[in-house]
């Protein structure tokens, strides 16, 4: 924040929305001027040619050591399942997602199982994750609570200290996806929108990485909204509204 000020000489103030959709809410309604989402979220809080015509436009995206399109969704299994060998023996079995907004924990993996003839809510029994963390559904799947679990790429490092992840197998893997956006309001004064595009876009890796920002982030590069059409096709897909 004291980077963010030094050099755009405009006063910031941290906003945390208690959910997705107040997020949402506050993005269209432009009490939050900056974010910071995951492309999900962004296409729902872009505007949307007459039905919306204020909201948050991309300006940029997160870089990992991998590229910008580095955010994916994982099917995760217990190794030793005996009864899930490949893909489509996940019908008809126990499922956890981590909810049902959750672009890298159940949205991507929704449009997958459809492109392999499979519906995740009509063809298993789906439970979402409490509090929708992403570290439930984890050993949801390791605690045998489970058949099997969605989630986002990078995740299984988190609990690599926790349990031991030989025990778990990577079934599938969805498209990659370009990864967590920056946006603002498209109401902002267009001086300041260049000088907080400027400042987000030279970042020094060493403070982006102080951030410990998800998905282990390097740098920010410069994105437009149109990058994220292939998102707006993949929730067609699944019937989500944007």
């Excluded at 004291?2 to 949402?24: M, S």
């Excluded at 989402?37 to 300006?59: D, L």
């Excluded at 031991?164 to 990659?176: G, H, M, S, V, Y």
Aim: net charge positive.
């Amino acid at each position: 924040m004291k980077y963010l000020e030094a050099e755009t000489k405009v006063k910031f103030k941290q906003v945390f929305a208690k959910d997705f959709d107040e997020h949402i809410k506050l993005c269209r309604e432009g009490k939050i001027s900056i974010a910071y989402s995951n492309p999900v979220t962004y296409a729902q809080m872009a505007p949307k040619g007459k039905e919306r015509k204020q909201g948050h436009i991309a300006f940029g995206v997160a870089n990992t050591a991998k590229g910008a399109r580095d955010f994916y969704g994982q099917f995760i299994i217990r190794h030793d399942n005996s009864v899930i060998k490949r893909f489509a023996d996940i019908k008809g079995k126990k499922g956890w997602i981590v909810g049902w907004q959750s672009a890298g924990g159940y949205i991507f993996q929704q449009a997958y199982a459809l492109d392999n003839g499979i519906d995740l809510p009509k063809d298993c029994t789906i439970t979402e994750s409490p509090d929708n963390k992403q570290e439930k559904v984890i050993m949801a799947v390791y605690n045998l609570e489970t058949d099997f679990g969605c989630i986002r790429n990078g995740m299984l490092e988190t609990v690599k200290d926790r349990i031991d992840l030989n025990q778990i197998k990577i079934l599938a893997e969805t498209p990659r996806h370009p990864a967590w956006v920056l946006s603002i309001y498209n109401k902002i004064n267009s001086k300041q929108i260049e000088k907080i595009k400027n400042a987000f876009l030279k970042m020094p890796k060493e403070l982006v990485a102080a951030s410990e920002l998800p998905g282990k982030v390097e740098n920010f590069i410069a994105a437009a909204d149109s990058d994220f059409d292939p998102i707006r096709q993949v929730l067609d897909k699944v019937k989500t509204e944007y």
